[in-house]
């Protein structure tokens, strides 16, 4: 298809999309409107598990089989990026060359990189109280101990992080969230079904039955991920070349 | 809906979404792409979202610019590398 | 008209992000751009949620039942989709570099003419 055709067919297409979404809105219920009938019923639920976070309880709780699914797909994608991005036999390793950090780079990157690090600790274990959880609390851990590359240089992220580590604590994060969700079977109830732990005190940290467990299995997921992900995004754009004359 | 916040976070972010997909070299995307996480990160703050706003945050403004720019850098390197061996 | 203002936002990002895919002349180009669709759905699904005049869904400091509280719902569904989301963009992008390895280019112009 030339580039001309295509524009053609963008233009068409788009314009009765365009049309179509914009015909939509209108019967979209109005924005700020005061009914939410799913919501309200989760808010209920939420509480009588003595979730705080109703949010948590719906990801891990009341929808921990979707989240699976999701973890599914993030597992999937690491796996995929990991074949695709290996080091091929054409490929060599060449050492980066350690450059001069500027020093108030180093500092700022030195004082910040605990800060961050125990910031996203306490987003994931706060999950089912306060806006936050695995997810998120995953994400700001694993990115802030890319800090270091900043700080310091690669060799010393490369010794914090060896990344079998993180390959094997990746695989053992999901297989948690799976035999978590087999101990619910094996309780009498159903596969994730949130039954197996005593609900606790709302507002603790121990509160909302399974609703922690699987969030800290998510954030260990997230984390690892993360970690693996720019692990050898950082190698490619670092350290593998091709190999020259060949 | 007559919070002005809401109104001006929704521009907000449709300038900055325009803006990132009008800005055509990659590694200059990267970064109006960071901006663009923030301002969607406000606007979830703004939509009483915070749970979505503090994953946009992270996300969006630091992780997928930063994956962007890896990305941009290995295939400049590559091209770099062709270069000189031609 | 401003009861859809926020859903005609998510339709201006969706399109955006549509033409920009189409008219790239660089693959990582168009996958931020599909970043920029992604984020549509986003301002979507939680403007269905706002209610107005009401809080975010957490209870750690608001006492139940004393003030209406958003939807947690789209919320929950837009949250595990940023996340998840990345990963998926970064298995685009490792597609990007291994087909700059293989042809030497990431112009999906020059990648259809190489093919023909």
């Known amino acids: ?246 | 809906m007559d919070d002005p916040l809401i109104v001006v976070a929704l521009l907000l972010v449709a300038a900055c979404a325009t803006a990132a997909v009008a800005v055509r070299d990659p590694e200059r995307q990267a970064l109006v792409l960071a901006v663009l996480g923030t301002a969607l990160a406000v606007l979830f703050t703004v939509l009483q979202a915070p749970d979505v706003g503090l994953s946009q945050l992270a996300v969006g403004s630091a992780l997928t610019p930063l994956l962007l720019m890896l990305s941009v850098r290995k295939v400049r390197r590559r091209e770099r590398g062709k270069g000189r061996t031609r | 008209m401003m009861s859809v203002l926020p859903y005609l936002v998510a339709v201006w990002i969706f399109l955006t992000g549509c033409y920009g895919i189409v008219t790239s002349r660089n693959l990582i180009h168009a996958v931020g751009c599909l970043a920029v669709c992604q984020s549509a759905t986003y301002v979507l699904l939680l403007a269905v949620g706002y209610r107005d005049g009401g809080t975010a869904p957490v209870f750690s400091d608001v006492e139940p039942g004393s003030r209406p509280v958003v939807d947690p719902v789209v919320q929950a569904l837009a949250l595990t989709d940023v996340v998840v989301g990345a990963t998926v963009t970064a298995l685009l992008l490792a597609l990007v570099i291994q087909v700059s390895k293989r042809h030497g280019t990431v112009d999906p112009d020059e990648l259809s003419e190489l093919r023909g």
Request: hydrophobic share 50%.
């Open chain 1, 1 to 246: 298809m030339t580039r001309r055709v295509r524009r053609w067919v963008l233009a068409v297409g788009g314009a009765g999309l365009a049309a179509l979404l914009v015909a939509a809105c209108p019967a979209l219920p109005p924005f700020g409107g005061a009914t939410h009938p799913y919501g309200d019923r989760v808010v209920h639920e939420s509480l009588a598990r003595q979730t705080a976070n109703t949010i948590a309880s719906v990801n891990f709780d009341q929808r921990a089989f979707d989240t699976l699914g999701e973890l599914g797909i993030l597992f999937a994608s690491v796996i995929g990026t990991v074949v695709l991005l290996r080091q091929t036999r054409d490929e060599r390793r060449a050492a980066p060359e350690p450059a001069a950090v500027s020093l108030p780079v180093r500092r700022y990157a030195l004082i910040v990189l605990p800060v961050a690090l125990l910031t996203g600790l306490y987003v994931v274990a706060h999950g089912q109280l306060s806006p936050g959880g695995g997810f998120q609390g995953g994400v700001v851990a694993a990115t802030a101990l890319h800090l270091l590359y900043l700080g310091a240089d690669y060799r010393a992220l490369e010794n914090v992080r060896p990344i079998g580590l993180y390959e094997v604590g990746d695989a053992l994060a999901a297989s948690g969230y799976l035999v978590t969700g087999f101990a619910g079977l094996l309780g009498g109830t159903a596969f994730l079904a949130n039954t197996l732990l005593p609900y606790g005190t709302f507002n603790t940290l121990a509160s909302g039955g399974t609703v922690p467990l699987l969030n800290a299995a998510i954030g260990m997921e997230v984390a690892c991920a993360v970690v693996v992900l720019l692990a050898r995004f950082l190698d490619q754009a670092v350290e593998i070349e091709k190999e020259s004359g060949s």
